[in-house]
C-alpha cells in the first residue's frame, strides 16, 4: 500500500491515570468513574494497573467498553488477571514510569505515592498536561499550588468531580463534540 492510500484519520487521546487510593475511598471511586468517563468518551486509558485506584481505573474503562493500554514493569507478557487490551511489559521496573509519563495526551493524577511523583516530574519535563484530582488527600491535592519547579512546563488544571474533569479535557482539546 502506497503513503497516498493509508488513512488520514487521527488516533484516539490518550490519557494516562497516574496515582494511588484505597478501595473505599473517595479518590478510589473517582479514579473509577474516571476511567468510565474516559472509555464513554472514546479516550484510550492508559494505566499501570499497579494500584488499586488505577487498576479500578481501567477496569471501568473496560467494562465501560473503552480501550485500556497498560504499561507494566515486569517482562512477563503472560499477565492474565490484568484489566486492558493492551498489555506492553516494559522489563524496566519503575524505569518504565518514563513510559507511562510520555503514553498520553495527558495525565491524571489522583493521590500519589513515590512511583506517582517521579510519573508526574517526568510528565513535566516532557510538557505533558497534569490533572489532579483534588479535595481527596495525597499529592495531587498540593500540586497546583506546589508544581514540580518554577518553569511552568505543562498546564495544571485541577479537578474535583467528573464535571471538572470534563472542563479540563474539553480546554486542551482532548474531548471532540462528536465522542
Not at 100 to 122: F, N, P, Q
Not at 167 to 178: H, I, P, T, V
Amino acid at each position: 500500500m502506497n503513503a497516498t492510500a493509508t488513512s488520514t484519520k487521527s488516533r484516539a487521546p490518550q490519557v494516562c491515570v497516574l496515582g494511588s487510593a484505597e478501595p473505599g475511598s473517595p479518590a478510589y471511586e473517582l479514579a473509577g468513574a474516571a476511567g468510565e468517563f474516559l472509555a464513554r468518551r472514546g479516550v484510550t486509558v492508559v494505566s499501570g494497573c499497579g494500584s488499586p485506584a488505577t487498576r479500578f481505573a481501567a477496569e471501568r474503562a473496560l467494562a465501560a467498553g473503552g480501550l485500556v493500554v497498560s504499561i507494566v514493569p515486569s517482562d512477563d507478557i503472560g499477565l492474565r488477571d490484568w484489566p486492558c487490551t493492551v498489555l506492553i511489559p516494559s522489563g524496566m521496573g519503575d524505569a518504565r514510569n518514563l513510559m507511562m509519563a510520555l503514553a498520553g495526551d495527558a495525565c491524571i493524577v489522583i493521590g500519589g505515592r513515590a512511583g506517582t511523583i517521579s510519573e508526574v516530574c517526568l510528565a513535566w519535563l516532557h510538557r505533558r498536561p497534569l490533572l489532579p484530582l483534588t479535595g481527596c488527600g495525597g499529592w495531587s491535592d498540593q500540586l497546583e499550588r506546589n508544581p514540580p519547579d518554577e518553569r511552568g512546563n505543562s498546564r495544571i488544571l485541577s479537578w474535583s468531580s467528573i464535571a471538572d474533569l470534563q472542563r479540563g479535557l474539553a480546554e486542551l482539546g482532548l474531548l471532540a463534540s462528536g465522542r
